[in-house]
Structures are given as C-alpha cells and as structure tokens.
C-alpha cells in the first residue's frame, strides 16, 4: 500500500505555502492560494479558517464580526463544515445563499432594483412588438386595433393555454370567432403564439410594476428561491444568476451596505475561485477597495487552480484583471495521486505549477494510452472490470465525452434522448444539453430538468421510508403552524400520488390536487415543488411544450407534443435513475461521467474514453495534441480553444490516484508526437490480451 509515509523534510516544506495564507492574513492582504489538482486545496482552507479562529476569534467576537467561507456547491459546504468543526464565527455557504444572506434586508434597495429590470425588461419586449419579423402581423394594427386584440387574449388567457400545444386548423377554429377583425394574425399560428406569449409577458411586467409603484401588498419585497432555475419577475421573485447581478448593483451603488459588510464580515474566503462567476469577484473587489478607502481592515482569500476553469462563466485567468494587488501563494505538493500520475497531468498543465508528490512511498500506479475504435470501448472496460477485481467497493469511473454515452450507459437513454428533439437543445444549442440536463450542480440545471429533478425529488423521497419530513417539506415558515395531525394527513395524502410513468404520476397528483376535499397544504406543496400554481395533465405539458418549443412552427406541432408525450411516458424508474446520477448517488461496479461532472473529485480506477470531437466540435482533442509543441503561437479563438482543452485533460487525468487508462477511438497518426510527448508509448488495443 503506497500514499502513506510523508517525510519531516516535506511536512515542513508543505507548511511554507499554510505560514504565507497566515502572514497575509495577519497583514489583511488579500491573495490569491494557487495549487494544482489533488495538492489539498480545501485542506488549506480549512486550516486558514482554524487559524483564524485560534488568533483572531476573541477580537472578532469583540466587535460582533464574523467570517465568510463560499464554497461551490451544497455538497463542498457539507464537507468544509464537517472538517471545520463546531463554531459559530464562520459562515460557510455556497455563493448564491451569502449574497441573498448579505443583501435580503435591504427590500427597499431591492425593489428599486427589480422596478428597473422590469423596466428594461418591458422596452426589450415592446421592442420585438414593434421591430420584429415575427410580429408583423401585430405591427400593422393601428393604435386602437392592438389594445383590442391585447384586451381579448388577456381575457382568454386560459383558452390559449389550454389550446398551446394544438395543431394550427383547430387552434384557428377556437379563436376565429374571438378574432374576426384580426384574421391576418391567425394565419401563422406559431407567430400568432408567439405574439401572444409576449403580450402576456408584458402585460405581467406591467402590472408588477404599477402594483410596486402603488405600494401594493405582496409587492413591497423580493424573494430569492434556490430551488428554482429561472425567474418569476412578475410575481417578484428571481433566480440564481438574477440574484447575482442584483447583488453587484446594490453593493455598488450603495456606501452604506458596503461599509455594513466589510464592518461586520472583515474576511471572506472563496473556494474554486477559477469557477467563480466573474460577478463574484466584482463584488469582492468593490467591498475590498471600499474597506480601503475608508481605512477598514479586510481581506478577501481566493482558494483554487486557474488550469481548472473548465465553465464559460468561471473567471479562471481574468480574476487579477476584475481584482488586482492580490498576493500570488501556489503549493507544489500533491496529496492525491502517485508519482506516475502525477508526471503525465504535469505536462498537460506545463506552467509555473510543476507538482510533485508529498509522499516518499509514492510509486506504483500504473497509466497506459491506447487507440482503439469505438467498438472496442465495451470490451475495453469489461477488460478492466476483471483485471482490476471491479466491484461495488472498488469501483471503476469511466468519462466519456457525450452525455448520450452516460446517459445510454447509465440507464436514462431515453430521458436524454427525448430532450434532444427540442427546440430548446437541438442543433447549435446541443452543447446547452451538456449542462443542463446532466449537471450534479443544481444551479446548471435547465429550467425544465430541475422542475422534473423536484418531482422525482418528492416521489424518491416519499418513497424512502427513513426520509425525514423536513426534506419533504419547503424549507420556510409555511408549514410552522402545522399541528401533527394534520402533518400526519398531509404525507397521507402525498403517499396517494402513485404511478408507473412520469405522465401518470402527474394525472395521479393533479386529481388529488383538483380533488376540493384535500386541505391546501397538499396544493401549496405541489405548487411550491413545481413553481407554478394549479396542475392538471393538460396543463403540465403544454407548459413543457412552451418551455421546450418556443420557437415551434405550425408543421412542428405534431412533434413537440410526440416528443412531450415520449417524456411522460417514460418509466418513472428511469427518472430514479436520472436522479440518482443527478445526486451522485450510484451504487453499480461502473460509474460514467461527463469530463466535466468529475470536478473535485478523485478514484482509484480512472478510464477515459478519448476521440476528436467534442459535441459540435470535430476537431477537439486532435487540435489540442497537433498544437501542443507550438501552443506558445497560438492566437485568439485558437488559443481559447487550445487552453479550454488542455484545462479539461488536466482536470479529467487528474482524477485518478493509482490507475488511469485512456482509449483514443479515432486515428492519431497525424499527431501521435504530441500524444507520446505527455503520455509515453501509444498501445493498441488488442482484444482479449491482458494490457
């Protein structure tokens, strides 16, 4: 067993890069901690926050000042907690929790905000109105004509949904009549849907924002929701990056929150700050310089690797551009992976950052490459399976680079087949699908997988006898004033929603809904975990027709409503099993990732199945080996595209700690020097031959 004997020599070098966290903390200089992969990055974090508590904690406690950790995920938070231990002077809490937890009092402040994003958002859709191709049938009515027209679908609300997903003859059929004068905008539906669909969104806009300016009830304040991926802004009520934006803007422009904050919070440690949205760290330097000038102590300590940033949004290298005179702190060590390892993932990243492993006793693992063809990949893992005595303790982590391969082998094919007939992730947006359907972050979700991700949520947890009922029930006050008894009818009346697919589950939960006998707690939670109010099948899927196909013409009618129709008949048990990857919470011998879902985490046994193209991309990895010897030349989107690829290698090889095999499926032969030059010898894959 190797990874366990680490000198006195290397404890004390390792100790050099901890005494430069605490000598800028001790000064209240601001820095940057750069380590690569698997070098203990939270281990550094944690035991900068202990620092603190052990010098600082009584002068901190003094003047009512605590510290703030920002983790990246739920799953981070839970982890920096435990290790950190019982206190009470550190907040820890993923990004999105802290700004709502920093800028939720200041209402009045908020709602000035959201006045002006209704605002904006009122003129960008009068704009389509008055501009846009797809309106022009709308732009030809005179003055008096559009007020008619708006007056008569606003009226007729519920008849157009409800006739959303019907083909255009009987949806002409059903609004000719209320529509004689304006025949000409029934001639094409998918415009006429269109038109309406943004008369509804302004008229909405509209009327939250006359309702703000009058001061009236349910309009004085605005809620931040995390388990929502899109805004409500009408019925005042934002989402993840919303809440971000509104909490750059009020920091900045208001003195007073920001003196309240670096009074009350005088240190603020980022975890992963490569991946930070760059929103972030706008609003870490506004309170920074604002400390400053105003001669206040504060210190804002950045924990992660710029090699990887592997989401557009992550501010990776620009983070000294937005926040400058940071302190550069890097660790050479790396705590995870053996010698062997180590060296190839060193010449993938092949910067100022060269690591070497903490333990003497550091040999024996073992990397290979080799090029094969994408029918050998089976073989090539069952291979493995047996050599490598793969079991559910010792499991094996393969990535791949299309979700269709993880969700076709993880068992959801045909969830992941169904959302990419939509508009939503077809074509172009296909890329989208890689984030938003297969994220193990909550906050990537698309709107419509984590509104599908809160209903298998509820029937997983119902399910699970030893589910506590807080994680059945929404994390507010709603349900305080609930007596036992009506706690015990309540889940009563959940365990009734029964069904084999996700379509009759829904039927199943709408006729208990619409049932007039059940209490309204059973309505509230329904509309608290779907985020509308009222359900019905009917109106389910038009509303997964309207998210998913919102660009749908008259002839594709007939396929969105097959494509919804094919998403409520699949088993629900696949939906468990979507969940399930979704949570990371697989049991089987082989786990399959994306190259992206196995950020900050680590395995024994690492495949990586290897090829060209990336999503739209043909010409991927093969444009990273063919520029590795010039990369130094490279410019603009070439160099973009250079350096996305080579963080995502790094990140992906990294992961392993003892065995790491990748299987390269396309012909390399025009740059297998590039290949050799970090991973050594190219094998071919040869079928039932030991490797």
């Avoid at 402040?109 to 022009?136: D, M």
């Avoid at 710029?306 to 890097?330: C, F, M, P, R, W």
């Avoid at 199945?609 to 739209?616: D, R």
Wanted: proline share 1%; net charge negative; charged share 30%.
């Amino acid at each position: 067993m190797n990874l366990l004997k680490i000198s006195t020599l290397n404890k004390q070098k390792e100790q050099k890069s901890l005494k430069a966290i605490f000598n800028s903390i001790d000064k209240s200089e601001s820095f940057i901690f750069n380590a690569g992969a698997g070098s203990g990055k939270t281990y550094a974090l944690i035991e900068s926050l202990k620092y603190v508590i052990r010098n600082y904690e009584r002068i901190l406690k003094k003047h009512n000042q605590k510290v703030i950790c920002i983790t990246y995920t739920n799953v981070a938070t839970r982890e920096v907690k435990e290790r950190l231990g019982n206190t009470d002077l550190v907040l820890v809490s993923t990004i999105h929790e802290r700004v709502w937890e920093l800028i939720r009092f200041y209402q009045k402040e908020l709602v000035e905000i959201h006045t002006e994003k209704l605002r904006e958002e009122i003129y960008s859709l009068n704009q389509k109105l008055k501009f846009g191709e797809e309106y022009r049938k709308y732009q030809q009515l005179d003055t008096t004509q559009k007020e008619n027209f708006k007056k008569i679908m606003i009226e007729n609300k519920d008849l157009f949904y409800q006739n959303y997903s019907v083909k255009a003859a009987p949806l002409k059929e059903v609004f000719h009549p209320l529509l004689k004068e304006y025949s000409d905008i029934l001639r094409n539906v998918s415009h006429f849907r269109k038109i309406v669909s943004t008369v509804y969104k302004v008229e909405n806009y509209y009327k939250c924002y006359k309702n703000i300016k009058s001061n009236e009830k349910g309009y004085e304040s605005v809620e931040y929701n995390s388990i929502y991926n899109s805004d409500l802004l009408h019925n005042m009520q934002i989402s993840h990056d919303t809440l971000l934006d509104y909490g750059l803007k009020i920091i900045e422009r208001y003195d007073l929150l920001k003196q309240i904050i670096v009074d009350k919070y005088p240190l603020i440690f980022i975890d992963e700050y490569q991946d930070t949205d760059q929103t972030v760290v706008s609003i870490m330097s506004y309170l920074e310089k604002y400390a400053k000038n105003i001669g206040h102590k504060s210190l804002i300590g950045y924990f992660g690797d710029t090699a990887q940033n592997i989401y557009d949004k992550g501010v990776g290298s620009k983070i000294t551009e937005i926040h400058s005179d940071l302190n550069y702190i890097i660790k050479e060590f790396n705590r995870r992976s053996t010698k062997e390892v180590i060296e190839v993932i060193n010449k993938i990243r092949n910067d100022e950052i060269e690591q070497r492993s903490i333990y003497d006793d550091c040999e024996g693992g073992s990397v290979k490459f080799y090029e094969g063809t994408q029918v050998d990949v089976r073989e090539f893992i069952n291979k493995y399976i047996e050599e490598w005595d793969i079991t559910e303790k010792n499991q094996l982590h393969c990535l791949v680079l299309t979700n269709k391969t993880v969700a076709q082998y993880s068992g959801f094919e045909n969830i992941y087949e169904a959302f990419k007939e939509t508009d939503k992730y077809k074509g172009l947006k296909y890329n989208q699908l890689n984030t938003e359907l297969l994220s193990n972050d909550l906050y990537k979700l698309g709107e419509i997988p984590k509104l599908l991700f809160n209903i298998i949520r509820l029937y997983n947890n119902l399910k699970n006898i030893n589910t506590p009922v807080i994680d059945i029930l929404p994390r507010s006050n709603f349900f305080e004033d609930m007596k036992l008894e009506e706690l015990k009818e309540l889940v009563n009346t959940l365990n009734q929603v029964e069904g084999k697919t996700l379509g009759e589950y829904i039927v199943s939960m709408s006729a208990i809904y619409n049932n007039n006998n059940n209490n309204n707690k059973y309505k509230k939670l329904v509309d608290w975990t779907l985020g509308f109010e009222g359900i019905t099948h009917e109106l389910f899927s038009n509303y997964l027709i309207e998210r998913l196909f919102n660009n749908k013409s008259d002839d594709d009618v007939e396929h969105a409503n097959n494509t919804i129709e094919k998403l409520l008949k699949i088993n629900i048990d696949e939906y468990e099993v979507w969940y399930k990857f979704i949570s990371e919470k697989q049991v089987e011998k082989v786990i399959y990732h994306t190259y992206h879902g196995t950020k900050g985490l680590e395995f024994d046994n690492v495949i990586i199945i290897m090829e060209n193209a990336f999503g739209l991309n043909r010409n991927y990895f093969n444009h990273f080996f063919e520029n590795i010897a010039n990369s130094g030349d490279l410019e603009d989107r070439d160099k973009q595209k250079f350096e996305q690829t080579q963080n995502l290698l790094y990140v992906s090889c990294s992961r392993a700690i003892r065995n790491l095999r990748i299987l390269y499926i396309d012909d390399v032969s025009n740059f297998e020097n590039g290949i050799k030059g970090i991973f050594g010898e190219i094998h071919p894959f040869e079928k039932n031959l030991k490797t």
